[in-house]
């Protein structure tokens, strides 16, 4: 894999890792309030079965800059978009995390030509209900306070963590705690996903919806998956048992087991 490198965007910088390596081209973006490092398990595995890896930071977020003036859904996917024309080596394979559920189908939708799947693992993709008075208070203080964040982040990963989860969580409340990046959460969690699902009608490539059977972030997980799933033309879904919010880190094989016969059958 090679050193960190940047993608220039009017504002800031994206950074971005690249294994390199032969094979299809894999784009891995992680959440809102995360970092590519999230990937850390699952990419040997997608490079092991002869895959391209390239895992990139939100804008805001991880290496990338922390003064970007926009923060929505539509300015992601359009880093999304611009990253896949630099390297030059597409058609890609997107895997998203969380808010970047949103930002996959509009990349699908406007950049057809550029995305031959999309695999998105406990996505946010469609609008949903308000949150009451209570979840609200909550909100502020998880994208005020690190501590906060981090907590919260912590209950993503229900039972069984990575053997390196306190060395993941020290390295992701050090990178939160630096200027603009708590700012560029909160800028995330402002934005409506309504782009997304108004693009998910548009999207023509197929698309695998990966969740966590026990991600806290959905009322009904199962559920939630076969809706974001029912969006679009070409949709399935597979669950992940036990898992939190956050399957490639914490259960990395089980992920790869159900993504890896996904992205093979889209290459027949």
């Not at 784009?27 to 895959?51: E, K, W």
């Amino acid at each position: 894999m090679t050193a960190t490198q940047f993608l220039d965007r009017d504002g800031g910088r994206i950074a971005y890792d690249d294994t390199a390596t032969d094979g299809p081209l894999v784009v891995c973006v992680p959440g809102l309030g995360d970092t590519r490092d999230t990937y850390r398990h699952l990419r040997p595995l997608l490079v092991a079965a002869g895959y391209r890896v390239v895992t990139m930071d939100l804008r805001g977020e991880g290496e990338s800059t922390a003064n970007f003036a926009d923060y929505s859904t539509t300015a992601v996917a359009a880093d999304i978009i611009a990253l896949v024309r630099q390297l030059g080596v597409g058609p890609a394979l997107l895997i998203s995390n969380s808010y970047t559920g949103g930002p996959s189908f509009v990349v699908a939708a406007q950049a057809p030509e550029l995305f031959t799947a999309l695999v998105l693992t406990d996505p946010f993709a469609r609008v949903l209900p308000g949150p009451n008075f209570v979840t609200r208070l909550a909100i502020w203080y998880v994208s005020h306070v690190v501590s906060g964040w981090t907590g919260y982040w912590t209950t993503l990963f229900p039972g069984t963590r990575p053997a390196d989860f306190a060395e993941s969580k020290k390295a992701l409340a050090a990178t939160m705690r630096e200027p603009g990046r708590m700012a560029a959460l909160r800028g995330m969690l402002s934005s409506p996903q309504a782009p997304g699902e108004a693009a998910a009608p548009n999207v023509t490539c197929p698309v695998l919806v990966v969740m966590g059977t026990k991600d806290k972030d959905f009322e009904d997980p199962a559920g939630e998956a076969k809706i974001i799933a029912g969006m679009v033309a070409n949709g399935r879904v597979a669950m992940i048992e036990n898992a939190g919010h956050y399957p490639s880190a914490q259960y990395p094989q089980a992920t790869a087991d159900v993504v890896l016969p996904f992205l093979a059958a889209t290459r027949q």
